[in-house]
T-cell receptor, first 114, second 114 residues
Framework: KNQVEQSPQSLIILEGKNCTLQ??????????LRWYKQDTGRGPVSLTI?????NTKSNGRYTATLDADTKQSSLHITASQLSDSASYIC?????????????FGRGTQLTVWP | EADIYQTPRYLVIGTGKKITLECSQT?????MYWYQQDPGMELHLIHY???????EKGDLSSESTVSRIRTEHFPLTLESARPSHTSQYLC?????????????FGNGTRLTVT
């Protein structure tokens, strides 16, 4: 069964600290993995996409990694800011059809305290 | 700033009422989607469209219907609302370039059925 599991479910850190969010998936055949950030009361916004051949990709203070062998991805946030408080959602796409079906994780709720 | 707009942002209605959730995008995307999101849960696809006059049901069984008469407009209708329909409804669109294109989300409609 194709699934996406995220951990932790929630996380509280102090401003300026680093943190790492995890995403494990069983989706096959794999096409890509995307991280979204969803602020409270807003729709999700794409942060980065990881394809099979990519190991690491950075977007400002966000760095995503992908290990396609173990089917794991992480999102590392450096020097956290209050504005990083949000839900971070991992979404995996398969390539079993032209549809490119998406599998969503339940998200990690990150709270950054001053 | 999002180029996909949902109205209303919040809606509280009584059981049995007919409602329409509006979604419009200005990006010219052919693909549009409706997702349902409950707290702490993954997004569930309820309807999608690949273009004008093309609509399909998603994974989640839904009593709603959609129409796609114009590229930019993808409304969702509930003929008779029930308390079980209480949820957040997110509209999204994407470019027709397979699964590598990100979803662009609106800010959602939070529906409460009393």
């Amino acid at each position: 069964k194709n699934q996406v599991e995220q951990s932790p479910q929630s996380l509280i850190i102090l401003e300026g600290k680093n943190c790492t969010l995890q995403c494990n998936y069983t989706v096959s055949p794999f096409s890509n993995l995307r991280w979204y950030k969803q602020d409270t009361g807003r729709g999700p916004v794409s942060l980065t996409i990881m394809t099979f051949s990519e190991n690491t990709k950075s977007n400002g203070r966000y760095t995503a990694t992908l290990d396609a062998d173990t089917k794991q991805s992480s999102l590392h946030i450096t020097a956290s800011q209050l504005s990083d408080s949000a839900s971070y959602i991992c979404v995996v796409s398969d390539r079993g059809s032209t549809l490119g079906r998406l599998y969503f994780g339940r998200g990690t709720q990150l709270t950054v305290w001053p | 700033e999002a180029d996909i707009y949902q109205t209303p942002r919040y809606l509280v209605i009584g059981t049995g009422k007919k409602i329409t959730l509006e979604c419009s995008q200005t990006m010219g995307h052919d693909k549009m989607y409706w997702y349902q999101q409950d707290p702490g849960m993954e997004l569930h696809l309820i309807h999608y469209s690949y273009g004008v006059n093309s609509t399909e049901k998603g994974d989640l069984s839904s009593e709603s219907t959609v129409s796609r008469i114009r590229t930019e407009h993808f409304p969702l209708t509930l003929e008779s609302a029930r308390p079980s329909h209480t949820s957040q409804y997110l509209c999204a669109s994407s470019e027709p370039t397979g699964s590598s294109s990100p979803l662009h989300f609106g800010n959602g409609t939070r529906l409460t059925v009393t």
